[in-house]
């Protein structure tokens, strides 16, 4: 099942910082696209908001839905 979510990342600045999230998104199965003004990440693919969401505080970037 594909799934389509959008994240709120307020810590994400940067370049080095979208391609940390990427690099965290992309081994669950999911897809990252980048809105870095809004400081929001939409996710595509099989991963579920909660998966993403753990996966990414894990590496310093809190998360939540949008």
Same mark, same amino acid.
């Given at each position: 099942? =594909?799934?389509?979510? =959008?994240l709120s990342v307020p810590d994400m600045s940067c370049g080095h910082c979208r391609a940390s999230i990427d690099s965290a998104v992309t081994p669950l199965g999911a897809k990252a696209d980048f809105d870095m003004s809004q400081r929001r990440v939409t996710v595509t693919g099989e991963a579920t908001p909660e998966a993403v969401i753990a996966a990414l505080d894990r590496i310093g970037f809190p998360a939540e839905p949008v």
């Open positions: 099942m =594909t799934r389509h979510f =959008t």
